[in-house]
Nanobody, 120 residues
Framework: HVELEESGGGLVQPGESLRLSCTAS????????MGWHRQAPGKERELVAT???????NYADSVKGRFTISRDNGANTVYLQMNSLRSEDTAVYYC??????????????WGRGTQVTVLS
């Protein structure tokens, strides 16, 4: 199995920063990609940022220049540094990992989510 543990969410004022982290554990053979999605009230889940094992990075247009995704391969951990937060960033942020285990080839796994609330 693969377990994802997310942390770092919280309540902040506009313009402040948060740093999310997600650590993958379990019977992992390799990780192809890690990233973050979010779901805001009244909206569908959307991609925020992803990073591959080769450090190819993809950001949603809404967060470019403000958010930075990074990865610690040895620790199976992905981070999302969120600066200049806006009320529109309020959402539940979900960690996503594409990983291969001893039982399955590369497959997606999801964390339970961490709440980010930016006051307005």
């Amino acid at each position: 199995h693969v377990e994802l543990e997310e942390s770092g969410g919280g309540l902040v004022q506009p313009g402040e920063s948060l740093r999310l982290s997600c650590t993958a554990s379990g019977s992992i053979i390799s990780i192809n990609a890690m990233g973050w999605h979010r779901q805001a009230p009244g909206k569908e889940r959307e991609l925020v940022a992803t990073i591959t094992s080769g450090d190819s990075i993809n950001y949603a247009d809404s967060v470019k220049g403000r958010f930075t995704i990074s990865r610690d391969n040895g620790a199976n951990t992905v981070y999302l540094q969120m600066n200049s937060l806006r009320s529109e960033d309020t959402a539940v942020y979900y960690c996503n990992v594409v990983a291969a285990t001893m039982w399955y080839g590369p497959s997606p796994y999801w964390g339970r989510g961490t709440q980010v609330t930016v006051l307005s």
